[in-house]
Nanobody, 121 residues
Framework: QVQLVESGGGLVQAGGSLRLSCAAS????????IGWYRQAPGKARELVGGISRFTSTVYADSVKDRFVMSRDFVKREVYLQMNNLKIEDTAVYFC???????????????WGQGTQVTVSS
């Protein structure tokens, strides 16, 4: 049974940093891509970025140069380091997994439950 568990969310002031983690189990970790998505209240789920099994990364323009993804193959975790957070980054953040990266959220088979990130002024 595939399980993705996000952690690390919380409340932070604008300009601050948070690191989210996505722990994967029940799946061959070194053969999957991981995507990060977020959903703000009243808005559609949007892609934050993704990291391939070869550790190449892609980011949405809105977070490029502020967010950095990495993965630890021993711990079977993927990280989303979020720096210089803005109020508009407030959302529930989800990680998703599948064999390859896709820009479309509907293409990802496995999802975590999400972790709330709130950025205050």
């Amino acid at each position: 049974q595939v399980q993705l568990v996000e952690s690390g969310g919380g409340l932070v002031q604008a300009g601050g940093s948070l690191r989210l983690s996505c722990a994967a189990s029940g799946i061959t970790f070194n053969s999957i891509a991981i995507g990060w998505y977020r959903q703000a209240p009243g808005k559609a789920r949007e892609l934050v970025g993704g990291i391939s099994r070869f550790t190449s990364t892609v980011y949405a323009d809105s977070v490029k140069d502020r967010f950095v993804m990495s993965r630890d193959f021993v711990k079977r975790e993927v990280y989303l380091q979020m720096n210089n957070l803005k109020i508009e980054d407030t959302a529930v953040y989800f990680c998703a997994a599948d064999q390859s990266f896709s820009n479309s959220s509907s293409a990802w088979r496995y999802w975590g439950q999400g972790t709330q990130v709130t950025v205050s002024s």
